[in-house]
């Protein structure tokens, strides 16, 4: 008699992916906030700051910014992709934080990508995020900083960034695909832009308390 193999989370039924996704174990890092998103009538992930998530089948992988970056890559040959979500540049990262910050961020990201797959010379980014929403911390040009961090990395690793909505003063929601590669963003009403920079504030905050310690975007 044949054995039965379990369904994995990428061959199983659409109704059990979620039930799936959330029970498989989860590295260091990687994003664990799954649900499903009425308004895409899809299973999703939320990456939060210092998360990332790769995947290859259509789960929507969800994400707001601020002054933060995400990073959204994918191999347009193997069809699979990923995303990920850093607050900081590059400045001593301890090992809690290291995802906060956009050199581990990213090594984070390509290395799991390489693991499921891809293959660097066909790896393609879009990136988002970076905007000036800090109020009283313009003098640090956070957003600027990352943005610029971000660009000089994926050149550096000639990786090209087919698309970008960086900077400017509005909060970004980001939705991303990382089968098909499509990426989608929404910019904010500037009102969202207390809560969103509230929240980076914290979080910037404690990411400096720990490391002193230790191709076409749409619009929706």
């Known amino acids: 008699m044949n054995a039965v193999i379990p369904p994995t989370p990428a061959t199983a039924p659409r109704s059990k992916r979620l039930e799936l996704l959330r029970a498989a174990p989860r590295k260091p890092g990687e994003a664990s906030f799954f649900f499903y998103d009425a308004f895409f009538r899809s299973d999703a992930v939320k990456v939060l700051p210092g998360e990332y ?80 929403v800090i109020s009283g911390m313009s003098s640090l040009n956070v957003g600027e900083r990352n943005t610029k961090f971000v660009l000089d990395y994926l050149a550096t690793e000639r990786i090209p960034v087919v698309s970008k909505d960086v900077m400017e003063i509005y909060p970004r929601k980001v939705c991303f695909l990382p089968h098909s590669g499509k990426a989608m963003v929404k910019r904010l009403a500037p009102t969202h832009s207390d809560a969103v920079a509230a929240i980076e504030r914290d979080a910037v905050q404690k990411v400096r308390k720990s490391s002193s310690a230790g191709g076409s975007v749409d619009l929706f």
Do not use: Q
Not at 57 to 77: K, N, Y
Not at 99 to 106: D, E, P, Q, V
């Open 53 to 132: 998530f790769v995947y290859d089948e259509d789960v929507l992988i969800m994400t707001t910014l601020g002054s933060c970056i995400a990073a959204c890559i994918w191999d347009r040959v193997a069809h699979v992709g990923g995303m990920n979500h850093f607050m900081l540049p590059d400045v001593g990262a301890g090992m809690a934080d290291g995802g906060r910050y956009g050199s581990f961020a990213m090594e984070l990201l390509i290395n799991e990508l390489l693991k499921r797959g891809a293959n660097r010379m066909t790896l393609e980014a879009k990136v988002f995020g970076g905007a000036a």
